[in-house]
Structures are given as C-alpha cells and as structure tokens.
C-alpha cells in the first residue's frame, strides 16, 4: 500500500495544494496533526484538502481538538477522523491518537493529554496496524532544535508492544522528514512538504 504522509501545515495552503498533486499517485493519504494555529484556521487547509479523493486517515494535533477537526473536515468527504480509536481501508487497520503527548509547555490552548491517559486511549490499537499519532515516540524522530528529545514514552510503549508496520507523526519540526525504525517498525515525522512511502500491508 502506497502511502502520502504529511503533519503541522499551519494554515500553509501552498503545502496542501501540493498534496492534492501528490496524492495522485498513492492509496491513502494520512495528516498527522497540527492543519490550524492554535485553534485558528482549520478550514484554510482543509477546504484544499477537500479535493483529494482517495481514502485520507486524520489525527487532530495540539493546535486543533478532535471536535474542531472532526467538524471542520466534514468538508473531505473521503477523510475519517480518529482520535482514540481505529478504522479499517482494504483490510487495513489503522489507529489514531491526536494531541500533545506528554503534555506541551505552550498552556492552556495546547490540546494535551498526560502520558497515562495516552496508553490508555492507545490500549486497543490493533497489532501490525497502521499507526498515527501527533506526538512522535521517545527518542525516535523527536529531537528538537536544541537536541533535547520531545517525544512520548505511551506513545513508544504501544509501538514495543503492538509493533505496527508504520508509525506517522509530526509536532517536533525539527525532526520534519526524519525517518527511523523501533524493532520493525518504521517511524516517520512527516512534516508539511509530503512524505511518500509503500509498505507491504
């Protein structure tokens, strides 16, 4: 399966135009997280997105909530929101997790979840599925611009436990385009440009 991954287009409407053209070419599309600035914006991307019409996989990031994003991406008709839950396409089986994990020290608008509640809304992931979170897994593809690893301890648990084939996440930009494996698994912060990638599903 032929994938396009992408995470934290800030309201970049060139960066979604430039999805749409890449997304041509592969069978599902996933976003990472992070389409609005602090809660500002979703449709400004996502109105673009709209015209993708292969099946697309969302996770909310910290900028935006699942309620925000969930309604705002009504618009994309082939797109399905999880957050805490999973879906299926051809016999794949995806899960997702939104949100800053651990919780971020940006305050109160960041949409945050503590590491306990992380593993618990990541418990039910399927094995060998396809994984998407917005908070990348600790020390992996989480280092920011200082060097300092920013990512999540539930979030590399689930990944040691459950081993999917594919984890996509973004919100480290720093890390924006990094690829790296936990056991078999490999682990891509996505970013704004588009990644592509096949994995034997």
């Known amino acids: 399966m032929k994938f396009l991954l992408f995470s934290d287009l800030h309201r970049n409407t060139e960066a ?48 935006e909530t699942f309620e925000e994003l969930r309604e705002a991406a009504a618009v994309w008709k082939s797109a399905t929101v999880l957050h805490g839950e999973g879906c299926t396409i051809d016999g794949v089986a995806f899960w997702g997790l ?46 920011d611009s200082t060097g300092r690893i920013r990512g999540s301890e539930s979030i590399r648990k689930t990944i040691e436990t459950k081993q999917p084939k594919l984890v ?20 891509i912060n996505a970013g704004p440009a588009g990644y592509i990638i096949e994995i034997d599903c």
């Open 16 to 63: 979604a135009a430039a999805l749409v053209l890449a997304s041509k070419t592969v069978d599902v599309v996933i976003g990472a997280g992070d389409f609005a600035n602090r809660h500002e914006g979703l449709s400004d991307t996502l109105d673009i997105l709209s015209e993708i019409n292969k099946p697309a996989v969302l996770v909310p990031g910290n900028g």
């Open 168 to 187: 996509v996440c973004g919100h480290i930009h720093s890390d924006w385009g990094k690829k790296t494996k936990l056991g078999d698994t490999v682990i």
């Open 98 to 143: 939104g949100g800053g994990v651990p919780v971020t020290p940006f305050g109160a608008w960041s949409y945050d979840f503590t590491e306990a509640l992380a593993a618990e809304m990541l418990s039910d992931c399927p094995e060998s599925a396809i994984l998407i979170v917005h908070s990348p897994p600790l020390d992996t593809v989480d280092h």
